[in-house]
């Protein structure tokens, strides 16, 4: 007989436990004559449910919201164990690398737990709100951050922001992340401040470089005209990550990003191979293919739809005027869905000047990611969920996208069960599981690339010692053969 796992062992458990839970509230009662009414079945669990209860032994009658409450808790409990946690599924090739990822990254061979009441995508997208409106009342996003600013070598201002290091533990050698978002709330977005606060507990240098005009940075540019990046484009994220690498000599850097802004990670890293100046990437809640995204949900339109006019529309108004006109302005100012507004501002304004006949869904098409690149030479994860609520999954990874994972030496794709978009909630306390598995994945890949030198500095030793022995020898053979001709010659 096979061994029984734990979760099988689990289910079998609870599954004898609510039979006796049935057998005690039958007890000395017909069928028939039993009350199968929640008031009723509640009545008979409330010594199983209530600690009083177990203690006391007390039976006194509840008023009846009260078994209400305790009985729908106690089922949702239940629920929750039995069918919400779930082992990420993970999609890799079969090698040296990927398996040492594996061993020493045990969040993606364990159960991953969904905060307790954020326990589906849908559900968790409605708590990111909220906790989004919640910490902009009490915070102002930009104290977290200490900005840059860079000029790119195409006239374009960049901006750089530095999270700030409050116990100031941080040396020049810590490990340097680098954030990049699609949302033009940029560094000030929920997800990359949380993200960024958990990162830095745990180590690690963070930065964030913004899209042009995002996280109330000016739309600028000199001797160009000014607009917004494209969704692909990697050329600034480029000239980021030459500034990091000069500006922390000898640290190992790291790319995570949120959300479309993964097609500027892997364009860069399939542009760059070998000469990433990466050691490892991390793409949360990619979309590879875009298309989809034209059309979400209502709630997330709504609240997007007003991010835009908030943070572009109001922000760079008279940059968008003059670029496009006053009509442009007003038309965006009605659009009613995302895809109206980015095709009345974004796409005009973002250096590509499409056709006036391409909708938003074809420009995504047109920069959406078609297959994993063999040019990409870091090790790439790429972290989601099977039920995102904005991007579904089906249409983010189509099946042939899926399996090109199989074969790709550094690629790898980690699909969680039961998780939101941008922010994967994880404990009571609403964390984000993201940082915990960004973590393991780091490291470990750090650990690899030290392991390798080591093997190299190993191997030009034993190379050296038996060159240098060789060396020695051919001239102990040739002084001794000198030695034998100066005999002969006596």
Not at 83 to 91: A, D, E, G, S
Not at 137 to 164: C, F, I, V
Not at 281 to 288: E, Q, T
Not at 430 to 452: E, G, M
Request: aromatic share 8%; net charge positive; hydrophobic share 40%.
């Amino acid at each position: 007989m096979p061994p029984i796992s734990q979760a099988v062992a689990l289910k079998i458990a609870v599954q004898l436990l609510l039979i006796g839970a049935a057998a005690y509230m039958l007890k000395g009662q017909k069928l028939e004559d039993f009350e199968w009414t929640v008031p009723g079945i509640a009545a008979k669990m409330e010594l199983m449910i209530h600690p009083k209860y177990w203690l006391l032994g007390d039976g006194k009658p509840v008023p009846a919201y009260q078994q209400y409450v305790k009985t729908g808790l106690t089922f949702y409990m239940l629920f929750y164990i039995l069918q919400i946690p779930k082992v990420p599924v993970v999609v890799c090739a079969k090698n040296e690398l990927m398996g040492a990822v594996m061993r020493n990254c045990p969040s993606l061979t364990k159960k991953y737990w969904p905060t307790l009441w954020m326990p589906i995508g849908s559900v968790q997208l409605l708590g990111y709100y909220v906790l989004r409106a919640l910490r902009a009342a009490y915070q102002d996003p930009s104290s977290n951050w200490h900005r840059e600013k860079l000029l790119s070598k195409g006239g374009h201002g960049l901006t750089l922001d530095q999270m700030t290091d409050e116990n100031a533990r941080l040396n020049n050698d810590s490990h340097v992340i680098l954030m990049i978002n699609s949302s033009m709330s940029g560094s000030h977005s929920y997800e990359s401040i949380t993200f960024g606060e958990q990162m830095r507990g745990s180590g690690y240098r963070c930065y964030h470089l913004n899209q042009r005009g995002a996280a109330n940075a000016d739309l600028k540019a000199v001797g160009v005209q000014p607009c917004f990046n494209t969704i692909s484009g990697s050329g600034d994220l480029r000239e980021a990550l030459i500034w990091l690498a000069k500006r922390h000599k000898g640290a190992r850097i790291s790319l995570v990003s949120f959300g479309t802004a993964s097609a500027q990670v892997l364009n860069y890293l399939a542009s760059e191979g070998k000469k990433a100046a990466v050691e490892s990437a991390v793409c949360i809640s990619p979309v590879l293919q875009m298309a989809g995204l034209a059309s979400t949900g209502f709630m997330h339109n709504r609240f997007e739809l007003e991010s835009l006019k908030r943070n572009v529309l109001a922000r760079h108004a008279d940059e968008i005027e003059s670029a496009l006109g006053k009509a442009t302005l007003t038309k965006a100012g009605n659009a009613t869905t995302c895809a109206q507004f980015h095709e009345a501002v974004t796409m005009q304004m973002c250096g590509d000047e499409p056709d006036d006949e391409m909708t938003y869904a074809d420009f995504l098409k047109a920069h959406s990611t078609n297959s994993i690149s063999e040019g990409i030479e870091r090790p790439v994860l790429l972290l989601t969920s099977k039920d995102d609520p904005v991007a579904k999954f089906a249409d983010a990874f189509p099946g042939d996208l899926v399996k090109q994972f199989k074969s790709h030496e550094y690629a790898i794709l980690c699909v969680a069960r039961h998780a939101g978009h941008g922010v994967l909630f994880e404990s009571i306390m609403a964390r984000n599981w993201a940082s915990t598995v960004t973590t393991q994945f780091t490291k470990s890949i750090a650990w690899v690339q030290k392991q390798k030198k080591k093997k190299l500095t190993a191997a030009a030793s034993s190379s050296g010692s038996s060159s240098n022995s060789g060396s020695s020898s051919s001239a102990g053979l040739s002084s001794s053969s000198g030695g034998s001709a100066k005999k002969k010659g006596r």
